[in-house]
């Protein structure tokens, strides 16, 4: 016995929708996995390195 009430999509659509979810879910987890995540100067691996004239910072102070 088919649903005499019509929804908003078809099974189709319905179908269509969720393949679309999953290859975006494949591939924001592949971009996730290809990403090397980095502190920058602050990771463990350049922990040592200075960054130039960065000690000799002054702020700026506005003549007013």
Do not use: H, Y
């Not at 999509?9 to 995540?37: D, G, N, S």
């Amino acid at each position: 016995m088919r649903n005499t009430q019509r929804g908003a999509f078809t099974r189709e659509e319905r179908k269509m929708a969720m393949w679309a979810l999953l290859i975006a879910a494949v591939v924001a987890a592949m971009a996730m996995a290809m990403q090397q995540p980095s502190l920058g100067p602050w990771s463990a691996e350049k922990a040592s390195a200075a960054m130039p004239g960065v000690l000799d910072a002054q702020p700026v102070t506005s003549g007013l």
